[in-house]
């Protein structure tokens, strides 16, 4: 049983656009590649053939789990979102008391985050220390490389 997944409307065309082209592009010409490896002859020593079979057998597992993902996937509506606490979706600005170093997130679905564009998993540690606090607070939080603090700054949309 999958867990189900808050996106936004924007993360979840994404996905569908992602599965749109494994099933339209990518599926197509691993079928291509199988059927040029075949036609090349015994196909008990025919590397090309199973190195085919085999990204075919992944692709498929992709498309599998993306399918998965979207079928259990749910819609925020944010027009519905409260900034008085952290939730999916918050933009949070905090500030590292140790390094004193001012940080800004949006709390996004574990499918949408890129942390490079400033878009926190909700599934990460301080994601998770954050999740119900309000502006002002203090959260510790528990990381693989130790112990961090932070200070709620703001909270917006």
Do not use: C, H, W
């Amino acid at each position: 049983m999958s867990k189900v997944s808050y996106v936004t409307e924007e993360g979840l065309k994404k996905l569908k656009d992602d599965l749109d082209y494994l099933i339209n592009v990518e599926r197509p010409s691993i079928s291509r590649q199988i059927g040029e490896a075949r036609d090349k002859g015994d196909l008990s020593e025919n590397a090309e053939y199973d190195a085919a079979k085999d990204a075919q057998g992944m692709l498929e597992m992709k498309i599998s789990k993306l399918q998965d993902i979207i079928s259990n996937s749910r819609l925020i509506d944010e027009s519905k979102l409260d900034t008085s606490k952290i939730q999916i979706l918050s933009k949070v600005k905090i500030i590292n008391l140790k390094t004193k170093q001012i940080l800004q997130y949006t709390l996004v679905s574990e499918t949408e985050a890129d942390l490079k564009n400033g878009k926190m998993s909700i599934n990460t540690p301080i994601a998770k220390g954050l999740l119900g606090k309000k502006v002002g607070e203090t959260v510790q939080v528990t990381v693989p490389s130790g112990e961090l603090s932070f200070e709620i700054l703001d909270i917006s949309l």
